[in-house]
C-alpha cells in the first residue's frame, strides 16, 4: 500500500500545468462515460441517449477550452495525469461498466460526476494565482454545477410527451422481465411446490418444531435451486430480459419467501394452532399470487385464480392425505 501511495502527487502540491492535465483528463474521461451511456440507451431510450450525448457534447467543450489555456500557457504537450495519480483526488468506482446498468443508477452517476467535477473546479480555483486559469476554472466550477439545469434543458428538448410514454413503457417492461416475471415464478413455485411436503410432515409427525426444520429446509433448497437455475436459463442477451444475476436473486429470494411463508406458524408449538395459522397464510399468500399475476402479467383473473388457488389447494388437500395415511 505504502509504494502505491507514495507514487501519488498530493492535490495541494500540484502545478497550475498539472491541474489543467488533471482536468484536460477528467473531462476526456466524463465525455466517454456519457456517450457510453448514450449507446445503451440508444435503442431503447433514444431521448434520453440524446441527453447524454449533449451532455458529452458539454464536457468536449469544457475539455477544448482547457486545452487551448494549456496550450497558451505551457504549450502544446500535456502531461499525462489522471485521477488515479493524484492522493485524496475523488475515485470513480467503474460501474458504468455494469452491463444492464438501469436507467435511475444512471442519473445518480451523471448528478454524481457532476457534483464532483464542480467540486474539483472550486478547489482548483482557489489554488492557482494566474487570472486567466483561475477565471476559467472558476467558469467550469460553475458550469459543471449548472449542468442540472442544462440537463433539464436538454430533456426538455429531447424529451416529448410522447417520448417520455415510450421510454416508460419500455422502463415498465424492463421491471416485468427482469424482477417480477422470475420473482413471480418464484413465489409460485416456493409457495406451492412446498405445500405438500410441509402439510404432509405435519400431519405425519404432529410434531411443529420438525415440520418448521422440513419446512426451512424445502423453502431454502428450493430458493438456491430456483435462483441458479434462472441465472443459467437466460444471460438476457437476446431475449432482452436483463441481467441474470439480478433474476436469479429475484427468483431465489421469492422461492425462499413462498415457502417460509408457511413454515414459519410452525414455530408455534400448539399443533392446531400453528396449522390454522399455516393454511390462514397459504389462503392470503395463493391470492396475493393470482393478484400479482392478473395486475402484472395481465393474466385474466379467473384463469390466475384457476391456476394458483385451485392448484394450490390441490396440492394442500394432497400434502395433509398423505400426512394423516
Known amino acids: 500500500m505504502r509504494p502505491m501511495l507514495a507514487g501519488r502527487k498530493r492535490f495541494q502540491d500540484l502545478s497550475d500545468q498539472e491541474i489543467l492535465a488533471l482536468a484536460i483528463s477528467s473531462e476526456e474521461d466524463d465525455a466517454?462515460?456519457?456517450?457510453?451511456?448514450?449507446?445503451?440507451?440508444?435503442?431503447?431510450?433514444?431521448?434520453?441517449?440524446?441527453?447524454?450525448?449533449?451532455?458529452?457534447l458539454e464536457e468536449d467543450d469544457h475539455r477544448q477550452r482547457l486545452i487551448d489555456l494549456h496550450v497558451s500557457r505551457f504549450?502544446?504537450?500535456?502531461?499525462?495525469?489522471?485521477?488515479?495519480?493524484?492522493?485524496?483526488?475523488?475515485?470513480?468506482?467503474?460501474?458504468?461498466?455494469?452491463?444492464?446498468?438501469?436507467?435511475?443508477?444512471?442519473?445518480?452517476?451523471?448528478?454524481?460526476?457532476?457534483a464532483q467535477a464542480g467540486r474539483f473546479y472550486e478547489k482548483a480555483a482557489q489554488r492557482t494565482r494566474d487570472a486567466e486559469t483561475r477565471k476559467l476554472l472558476g467558469t467550469l466550477a460553475a458550469a459543471e454545477q449548472g449542468h442540472e439545469t442544462r440537463a433539464a434543458e436538454l430533456s426538455k428538448a429531447h424529451l416529448t410527451e410522447d417520448a417520455v410514454e415510450a421510454e416508460d413503457r419500455t422502463a415498465h417492461r424492463q421491471f416485468i422481465l427482469t424482477w417480477v416475471q422470475p420473482g413471480l415464478a418464484g413465489l409460485m413455485d416456493g409457495s406451492v411446490s412446498t405445500l405438500a411436503p410441509i402439510f404432509a410432515a405435519a400431519f405425519a409427525t404432529?410434531?411443529?418444531?420438525?415440520?418448521?426444520?422440513?419446512?426451512?429446509?424445502?423453502?431454502?433448497?428450493?430458493?438456491?435451486?430456483?435462483?441458479?437455475?434462472?441465472?443459467?436459463?437466460?444471460?438476457?442477451?437476446?431475449?432482452?430480459?436483463?441481467?441474470?444475476?439480478?433474476?436469479?436473486?429475484?427468483?431465489?429470494?421469492?422461492?425462499?419467501l413462498g415457502g417460509l411463508g408457511h413454515a414459519l406458524p410452525y414455530l408455534i408449538p400448539d399443533f392446531w394452532t400453528a396449522t390454522i395459522t399455516a393454511v390462514i397464510v397459504v389462503f392470503f399468500e395463493l391470492w396475493a399470487i393470482a393478484w400479482i399475476q392478473n395486475r402484472y402479467m395481465e393474466t385474466p383473473f379467473w384463469r390466475a385464480t384457476l391456476q394458483v388457488v385451485v392448484g394450490g389447494g390441490l396440492v394442500l388437500g394432497a400434502g395433509i392425505l398423505i400426512g394423516s395415511g
Do not use: C
Open 32 to 56: 466517454r462515460i456519457y456517450r457510453g451511456f448514450a449507446q445503451r440507451l440508444r435503442e431503447d431510450y433514444p431521448s434520453t441517449a440524446k441527453v447524454y450525448e449533449g451532455m458529452a
Open 75 to 114: 504549450g502544446e504537450t500535456i502531461p499525462l495525469l489522471r485521477r488515479e495519480h493524484v492522493s485524496g483526488f475523488y475515485a470513480r468506482r467503474p460501474v458504468w461498466l455494469m452491463e444492464n446498468l438501469p436507467l435511475e443508477r444512471m442519473r445518480d452517476i451523471a448528478a454524481e460526476m457532476e
Open 206 to 256: 404432529g410434531d411443529t418444531w420438525n415440520t418448521f426444520l422440513v419446512g426451512l429446509a424445502a423453502s431454502v433448497g428450493a430458493g438456491i435451486s430456483m435462483g441458479f437455475t434462472e441465472a443459467a436459463s437466460d444471460d438476457g442477451e437476446l431475449s432482452g430480459r436483463g441481467s441474470p444475476v439480478k433474476r436469479g436473486i429475484a427468483s431465489g429470494v421469492m422461492t425462499t
